[in-house]
T-cell receptor, first 114, second 114 residues
Framework: GAGVSQSPRYKVAKRGQDVALRCDPI?????LFWYQQALGQGPEFLTY????????KSGLPSDRFFAERPEGSVSTLKIQRTQQEDSAVYLC????????????FGDGTRLSIL | AQSVTQPDIHITVSEGASLELRCNYS??????LFWYVQSPGQGLQLLLK??????LVQGIKGFEAEFKRSQSSFNLRKPSVHWSDAAEYFC????????????FGTGTQLKVEL
């Protein structure tokens, strides 16, 4: 079956450009998460959606980061005016929701800011 | 605030030898605990999870983990390592519930010598 799909797999942008990263969750998964993984580190939580509602965005590092999931399925993470410290792998995960459902991760988007 | 400590950054074992990866967590209530594995350029694959009940949890690929509340630990074990187990391993803790954002450790890089 199809897993979590992220695109693009790799993105190179110049500092100051805007980027958009896409996540297609597993069909039927109501919960969707975004994480940022810096080189040599574990993933760090950015934001969480339940269906189309963004219930937690406490991990977004600045107001340059914005995420949406308008129809409760595909999600987009947008970074405006990118900076070098935004270089990382951005991971998307989805789950069925509920108290004991594990998160299933995509392969991530590796973002490099020059 | 919840946190996870993986004290070993790198571990090298010989193929066929046993393996134990350490994980200590800090969390105010009964945690939901996870082990994920990440191969280069890939997302995270769930190995096993603990929510409640039996403190010895069996996972995929022959891995198991034991939850020890008194030691705040959730160590991952495998009796006989295969060369294909070489990867990075992440321990994670979550609060459960619908907003189950995970807090990850910094990971342990496993190298397997043939």
């Amino acid at each position: 079956g199809a897993g979590v799909s992220q695109s693009p797999r790799y993105k190179v942008a110049k500092r100051g450009q805007d980027v958009a990263l896409r996540c297609d969750p597993i069909s039927g998964h109501v919960s969707l998460f975004w994480y940022q993984q810096a080189l040599g580190q574990g993933p760090e939580f950015l934001t969480y959606f339940q269906n189309e509602a963004q219930l937690d965005k406490s991990g977004l590092p600045s107001d340059r980061f914005f995420a949406e999931r308008p129809e409760g399925s595909v999600s987009t993470l947008k970074i405006q005016r990118t900076q070098q410290e935004d270089s990382a792998v951005y991971l998307c995960a989805s789950s069925l929701g509920g108290s004991n459902q594990p998160q299933h991760f995509g392969d991530g988007t590796r973002l490099s800011i020059l | 605030a919840q946190s996870v400590t993986q004290p070993d950054i790198h571990i090298t074992v010989s193929e066929g030898a046993s393996l134990e990866l350490r994980c200590n967590y800090s969390y105010g209530a009964t945690p939901y605990l996870f082990w994920y594995v990440q191969s280069p350029g890939q997302g995270l694959q769930l190995l096993l999870k603990y929510f409640s009940g039996d403190t010895l949890v069996q996972g995929i690929k022959g891995f198991e983990a034991e939850f020890k509340r008194s030691q705040s630990s959730f160590n991952l074990r495998k009796p006989s390592v295969h060369w294909s187990d070489a990867a990075e391993y992440f321990c994670a803790v979550g609060p459960g519930g619908g907003g189950n954002k995970l807090t990850f450790g910094t990971g342990t890089q496993l190298k397997v010598e043939l």
